[in-house]
């Protein structure tokens, strides 16, 4: 099984409507982050967090909202989807080291019309 | 902020050696120097890191500058499946990985 699980894979729904993407880590990480990558680009922070209490914008937020509902669990909301947040969505877990290797999921790719 | 800067896209001919570069003329002490790649349609993954010395595992080679201002991750011998995009990237641990454009890597047969 996957260290690292996304949920839906893939979703298309249309402006104005409210999406949730879930994120499950298996690997007991505190860490665990939500990127966006857009189609040619490397991927941009949307929201992390180091442990179950502890939300941190990343570069990218607005228009976002995340949940810590627990250290396996972290889910990004859209509340009001729009066109421009098309993208593929990968969520990712570390480990407290120096290394801080990034795991990353499937990814879910979001399409908004 | 990428902070790190590589070329666009390299291309290689399979089962030979590839270099690819990455400047990072800013780096700070404390900063290690990551690489990770990303495979078609697929989320990015590991691939090696170091701090000053030079380092080898099973995937890759990574040669650090003795000032630290750049490095080289080097696959010995590319096959069709090291087609990817190739990210370097200094973090000190403390924050996020900030991923900038990355080397598009081309294996030709």
């Known amino acids: 099984d996957a260290d690292v699980t996304q949920t839906p894979r893939n979703r298309i729904t249309k402006t104005g409507k409210r999406i949730m993407l879930e994120c499950s880590q298996t690997?007991?990480?505190?860490?665990m982050y939500w990127y966006r990558q857009d189609p040619g680009l490397g991927l941009r922070l949307i929201y992390y967090?180091?442990?179950?209490?502890?939300?941190n914008k990343g570069e990218i937020s607005d228009g976002y909202s995340v949940s810590r509902q627990a250290q396996a669990k972290f889910s990004l909301s859209l509340e009001s989807a729009i066109p421009n947040q098309t993208a593929l969505y990968f969520c990712?877990?570390?480990?407290?080291?120096?290394?801080?290797?990034?795991?990353f999921g499937p990814g879910t790719r979001l399409t908004v019309l | 902020d990428a902070k790190t800067t590589q070329p666009n896209s390299m291309e290689s001919n399979e089962e030979e050696p590839v270099h690819l570069p990455c400047n990072h003329s800013?780096?700070?002490?404390?900063?290690?120097i990551h690489w990770y790649r990303q495979l078609p349609s697929q989320g990015p993954e590991y691939v090696i890191h170091?701090?000053?010395s030079n380092v080898n595992n099973r995937m890759a080679s990574l040669a650090i500058a003795e000032d630290r201002k750049s490095s080289t991750l080097i696959l010995h011998r590319a096959t069709l499946r090291d087609a990817a995009v190739y990210y370097c990237?200094?973090?000190?641990?403390?924050?996020?990985?900030?991923f900038g454009k990355g080397t598009r890597l081309s294996v030709i047969a």
């Open positions: 990712a877990t570390s480990d407290l080291t120096p290394n801080n290797e990034q795991f």
């Open positions: 690997k007991g990480h505190d860490r």
């Open positions: 967090s180091f442990d179950v209490k502890d939300i």
């Open positions: 800013t780096i700070s002490g404390t900063d290690y």
């Open positions: 170091g701090l000053t």
């Open positions: 990237i200094r973090n000190s641990g403390n924050t996020p990985l900030v």
